[in-house]
């Protein structure tokens, strides 16, 4: 157990619909990333929130948004959702941004399949 | 932009025998992080090694270890002495120095799909 949680584990929706997923990090960690892993594109990097702010940016589509909330956990939105939005998502942990000896930690993803 | 190229799809070993992962990476920087992830059946993503590009040293972790080849771009992870939980697939990664301002994102392999027969 990495110590981040994720809900809900599965997801089941329809093309058009708005979800989000949510993301409690390792207790003191600051940076939330966000990850999708689909058969396609592989895992790829979406975006970095820092301390309640948004650091980074991946390949986070428009239609996407995320945040972090003042007790740090995290939501990531996704909206008007197409069939190649299904995927796995994670929700990755570290203590700070910028320390040279950071880990990631990931947690148990979120399975979304839009039909 | 850095990429990672995990040229192996599938490889099979043999129960308790040696196997090792090819990666390679592309990145014009000189201090960096790479690292090995595991991601079993179950999809959760396990840290299985790390290496600092600034360490000549190869980094181990019990029964797993690095050949890493900073001229090459070269990070091969060796699983020894192979046992039937090491079935999973094997994520490479990448992530640049952080400081300086630069992301901390990873950047991913395709992964490489590892089988242990009995």
């Known amino acids: 157990d990495s110590g981040v949680t994720q809900t809900p584990k599965h997801l089941i929706t329809a093309t058009g619909q708005r979800v989000t997923l949510r993301c409690s990090p390792r207790?003191?960690?600051?940076?939330v990333y966000w990850y999708q892993q689909s058969l396609d594109q592989g895992l790829q990097f979406l975006i970095q929130?820092?301390?309640?702010?948004?650091?980074a940016k991946g390949n986070i589509l428009e239609r996407f948004s995320a945040q972090q909330f003042p007790d740090l956990h995290s939501e990531l939105n996704l909206s008007s959702l197409e069939l190649g939005d299904s995927a796995l998502y994670f929700c990755?942990?570290?203590?700070?941004?910028?320390?040279?000896?950071?880990?990631?930690?990931f947690g148990p993803g979120t399975r979304l399949l839009v039909l | 932009a850095q990429t990672v190229t995990q040229s192996q799809p599938e490889m099979s070993v043999q129960e308790a025998e040696t196997v090792t992962l090819s990666c390679t990476y592309d990145t014009s920087e000189s201090d960096y992080y790479l690292f090995w992830y595991k991601q079993p059946p179950s999809r959760q993503m396990i840290l299985v090694i790390r290496?600092?590009?600034?360490?000549?040293q190869n980094a181990t972790e019990n029964r797993f270890s690095v050949n890493f080849q900073k001229a090459a771009k070269s990070f091969s992870l060796k699983i020894s002495d192979s046992q039937l939980g090491d079935a999973a697939m094997y994520f490479c990664?990448?992530?640049?120095?952080?400081?300086?301002?630069?992301?901390?994102?990873?950047?991913f392999g395709k992964g490489t799909k590892l089988s242990v027969k009995p």
């Open positions: 207790s003191g960690d600051l940076s």
């Open positions: 990755a942990s570290s203590k700070a941004q910028g320390l040279a000896q950071e880990t990631q930690y």
């Open positions: 990664a990448y992530r640049r120095d952080p400081y300086g301002g630069s992301q901390g994102n990873l950047i």
């Open positions: 290496q600092e590009a600034y360490k000549q």
């Open positions: 929130y820092y301390n309640g702010e948004e650091r």
